[in-house]
T-cell receptor, first 115, second 111 residues
Framework: EAAVTQSPRNKVAVTGGKVTLSCNQTNNHNNMYWYRQDTGHGLRLIHYSYGAGSTEKGDIPDGYKASRPSQENFSLILELATPSQTSVYFC??????????????FGEGSRLIVV | QQKVQQSPESLTVSEGAMASLNCTFSDGTSNNFRWYRQHSAKGLEVLVSIFSDGEKEEGRFTAHLNRANLHVSLHIREPQPSDSAVYLCAVKDTNAYKVIFGKGTHLHVLP
């Protein structure tokens, strides 16, 4: 079965500090995504990648960087964390190539609190 | 970019009664729609995928798609308290790599 694992699951960070959220998938999917979920906003796309070495900006990329060093791993980096980045972050993988593709498989989420 | 809206925001039904959730989208050229379920801020699980107008059933979950009306719905037959969760509509954007989500419907199933 598809598996996407995120770490850390919970994190408290200091304003101005650096935070790295990691994601690993064993699905061999080309595409990976980072979303954040906030009350009133639903799921919003931050960055995505369509393969190792590629990163693309989503709808709300400001304040975030992404890194895709391999097919399996996709990281979200907050260089200077701010309280407005307090949220639950979800990583997902998917394969859009087939007509019926793009089912996304999600991790369990990473809860980040910036104080 | 595709705009996706869901209604109602919250829905309470009794166990065994049909639950119906709605989703509207802005671009009828998409042909790739899914309904996901999320329990208590955990990860999402896909319930049903639909790619053409009409109906698609997966167990107790049935999706109806009408692209001319920019509408896709989810019907849950004989809902149980364990079905209490947030249900999200997802539409594949014209950009093939992007999937746009609605804000979700909170479903509460009373025993």
């Amino acid at each position: 079965e598809a598996a996407v694992t995120q770490s850390p699951r919970n994190k408290v960070a200091v304003t101005g500090g650096k935070v790295t959220l990691s994601c690993n998938q064993t699905n061999n999917h080309n595409n990976m995504y980072w979303y954040r979920q906030d009350t009133g906003h639903g799921l919003r796309l931050i960055h995505y990648s369509y393969g190792a070495g590629s990163t693309e900006k989503g709808d709300i990329p400001d304040g975030y960087k992404a890194s895709r060093p391999s097919q399996e791993n996709f990281s979200l980096i907050l260089e200077l964390a701010t309280p407005s980045q307090t949220s639950v972050y979800f990583c997902a993988s998917g394969d859009p190539q087939a007509y019926s593709g793009n089912t996304l498989y999600f991790g369990e989420g990473s809860r980040l609190i910036v104080v | 970019q595709q705009k996706v809206q869901q209604s109602p925001e919250s829905l309470t039904v009794s166990e065994g009664a049909m639950a119906s959730l709605n989703c509207t989208f802005s671009d009828g050229t998409s042909n790739n729609f899914r309904w996901y379920r999320q329990h208590s801020a955990k990860g999402l699980e896909v319930l049903v995928s639909i790619f053409s107008d009409g109906e698609k059933e997966e167990g107790r979950f049935t999706a109806h798609l009408n692209r001319a009306n920019l509408h896709v719905s989810l019907h849950i037959r004989e809902p149980q308290p364990s079905d209490s969760a947030v249900y999200l509509c997802a539409v594949k954007d014209t950009n093939a790599y992007k999937v746009i989500f609605g804000k979700g419907t909170h479903l509460h199933v009373l025993p």
